[in-house]
């Protein structure tokens, strides 16, 4: 008994108990004769899609600004440069790249003048950051329907003016990351490229937090009166890590929205936050300290609950309830983390 409580300490108990929850589900698709190899490529494309804008808690937590709640503001940028990629009919890699290459200074300004009013409010970030997120997201929507955009793709059709609600990314950059080396195998599709990117966003965060920049920000997060006592200037590395969050949220809406084939906008990215937040606690970050591990435990447990409790909820309620018992669960899952300061010590 000792032992099995050492491992639910080690493991942590959100893990534990939503891990015991998922494999249970597991279990009853089995019973159920759900395609087992289906539910895993699924996992794995979900992971691969959301997966960037969970890591984008890491930079913002390791300065000490904790979790950022005003992730729309890097995704409205991301959702900006994916635009302006198909105003100019770009497709493939190129298109891709051009939204990146759009995005990513677009955020890190936005991230710099955030992280600017951030310093004036300490104490209070993630109550302004989700004020600010929701107020961001409200502005855009006027922006949405002045944008000198002029492409029938993103148009109202019929000489309407602005841009529609969700825009097809078919004729562009739909399933660029999945498709590239994707492979099956056992009848699980593995979206190579898509983890791919994935991982190579974790491994340069991972980098930069061994670097000395990375080094100095982690320490200005973890103590900010010995910090700077030392010479640290915590400021500034609250702003350094506020702008890598944002320039993160950009990146990754990019890479969600390519895996999902459509771009949202107007009130979309309001919804954003609470799941990438919910994810990292679960993987078993807090508010003062996340780790890469963290994110990737995280993501999986969120996404895998969803995409295996749908299809067992379907059959079980023969699908007239399903879709307010998955909201439901996610909702829950949303709420159970946000009650966790701690995750468990695994990292």
């Known amino acids: 008994m000792e032992g099995f409580k050492k491992i639910v300490d080690k493991v942590g108990y959100p893990r534990f108990i939503i891990g015991g929850f998922l494999f249970i589900l597991c279990v009853i698709a089995a019973m159920l004769a759900i395609p087992i190899p289906g539910l895993i490529g699924d996992i794995l494309t979900r992971v691969g899609m959301n997966g960037i804008l969970v890591l984008a808690m890491v930079p913002a937590i390791q300065a000490g600004v904790g979790l950022n709640f005003a992730l729309p503001l890097g995704i409205v940028c991301g959702l900006i440069g994916a635009l302006v990629s198909i105003e100019f009919k770009l497709s493939g890699f190129t298109g891709f790249f051009t939204a990146l290459i ?12 955030y992280g600017q009013m951030l310093n004036r409010i300490k104490g209070q ?29 993103l148009i109202w ?6 841009l529609r609600v969700t825009v097809s990314l078919e004729s562009s950059i739909d399933k660029i990351l999945n498709g590239f080396l994707s492979f099956n195998v056992a009848g699980i599709q593995v979206p190579t490229g898509l983890l791919g990117f994935f991982g190579i966003c974790c491994l340069a965060v991972w980098l930069f937090s061994k670097t000395k920049s990375g080094v100095i920000m ?8 010995f910090a700077t006592a030392t010479g640290i200037n915590v400021n500034k590395q609250r702003i350094l890590g506020v702008t890598l969050s944002t320039v993160l949220g950009a990146i990754g809406i990019i890479v969600y929205s390519q895996s999902f084939g459509f771009l949202q906008l107007y009130n979309a990215p309001l919804y954003s936050a609470l799941p990438a937040v919910a994810a990292v606690l679960i993987g078993g970050a807090s508010i003062k300290k996340a780790t890469i591990t963290h994110v990737i435990i995280g993501t999986f447990l969120f996404q895998a609950l969803l ?11 023969d699908g007239s309830m399903s879709e307010v018992i ?8 949303i709420l159970y983390a946000l009650t966790r300061e701690t995750g468990g010590d695994l990292a």
């Open 307 to 317: 995409v295996v409790s749908l299809p067992v909820i379907n059959i079980l309620a």
């Open 218 to 225: 982690n320490a200005a997060g973890a103590n900010e009166k």
């Open 326 to 333: 998955r909201i439901i669960i996610s909702n829950g899952i």
């Open 125 to 153: 970030e993630m109550t302004v950051g989700t004020y600010v997120g929701f107020s961001a997201v409200s502005a855009m929507c006027i922006f949405w329907l002045l944008a000198p955009f002029r492409s029938p793709e």
């Open 102 to 113: 759009v995005a990513i200074p677009l955020a890190a300004i936005v991230g710099y003048f």
């Open 157 to 162: 059709a019929y000489g309407g003016t602005g």
